[in-house]
């Protein structure tokens, strides 16, 4: 399989994480990219009509994008459970990958207007909009932390991923003393060997 993938993209990390969780990184070549929100990469139409990152092409030739998708598609390959199969583990999973998600979104959306704007283009009321997205959300894992434990599934590796992004593009010293239960969390899931081998390097 062949991945189109940048090591600053928070979601292709999603995509690693899950591909190290379940031994598959063996089986996936990394394809770099050139990929800009206004400029698309030529590499990546070429397979797949939005051109994003991530973009993994199977060993017959079939194209996915969205990390959703990939990692979900990853996860039938090995049987490994990242996504639970049924029940009310499977809802928590997926609500919280959602949720995550969300954060990612916002999180990319202030990156973008901070850096592919002109500084006379940009919103500060967008961008405000796009914080409080993050603070709400930020704000309810805190408070259903203490249930996160020992879980492995696409919800907490989503919700993983999304603090490293904070922490790389968005660093707060007062995040951890304003979100314990949150800070603690994350310093133990950070140190999977899957979190650590796909940490992106010092922007």
Do not use: N
Request: with cysteine.
């Amino acid at each position: 399989m062949q991945l189109f993938h940048s090591h600053f993209s928070p979601f292709a990390r999603k995509v690693m994480v899950v591909a190290h969780e379940l031994g598959l990184t063996d089986r996936i070549a990394l394809l770099p990219t050139a990929a800009h929100p206004v400029t698309r990469d030529a590499a990546i139409l070429r397979h797949h009509p939005l051109a994003q990152v991530p973009t993994l092409i199977d060993d017959d030739g079939f194209v996915l994008a969205d990390s959703r998708v990939i990692c979900e598609y990853l996860d039938t390959l090995s049987e490994g459970g990242i996504f639970p199969s049924a029940g009310p583990a499977r809802w928590d999973a997926l609500a919280l990958q959602s949720t995550a998600d969300g954060l990612l979104d916002a999180a990319l959306l202030i990156r973008y207007e901070l850096t592919a704007r002109p500084e006379a283009e940009r919103s500060t009321a967008w961008i405000a909009g796009q914080e409080a997205k993050i603070a709400t959300v930020l704000a309810d894992v805190e408070a259903q932390a203490d249930g996160l434990g020992e879980r492995v599934d696409i919800g907490v590796i989503t919700l993983g991923c999304a603090i490293g992004y904070l922490d790389l593009r968005f660093p707060d010293p007062t995040r951890a003393a304003r979100l314990p239960k949150t800070a603690l969390w994350y310093e133990g899931f950070a140190q999977r060997p899957s979190m650590v081998a796909t940490r992106p390097p010092a922007a």
